[in-house]
């Protein structure tokens, strides 16, 4: 997608980080559960990393010590900040939702098992 100007292209920028971290957090989550519970993040999460062009199952060399829900909460509140054309305002509020939905199905994932 095209930004126009500098504020949505850093908005961008800080999205994509945020999401790409978020996505290796609950990788290695998943990976270290034994129940497989947390697979059933996969389509919302994948579904996010389509709409931004993000490559999933990818290494991550940043800081991991973070909740991927809060991640993701604060990606929701940048999407507003991409400028985007009339033509993609579809695409953002796609990626808005996307971002919703992912973590509301991170925080049910996690959530489940406190009941």
Avoid: H, K
């Amino acid at each position: 997608m095209d930004e126009m100007g500098s504020n949505g292209g850093d908005a961008r920028r800080r999205l994509v980080e945020l999401v790409t971290r978020a996505e290796a957090i609950v990788e290695g989550i998943e990976a270290a559960a034994p129940d497989g519970r947390w697979a059933m993040t996969a389509f919302s999460r994948y579904r996010l990393c389509e709409l931004l062009e993000v490559m999933p199952y990818v290494g991550y060399g940043g800081d991991l010590d973070a909740d991927p829900v809060v991640l993701l909460d604060e990606s929701a509140g940048l999407v507003d900040q991409i400028e985007v054309s009339v033509e993609d305002l579809s695409w953002r509020l796609a990626l808005g939702d996307a971002l919703r939905t992912a973590a509301a199905d991170i925080r049910a994932v996690r959530d489940a098992r406190d009941v």
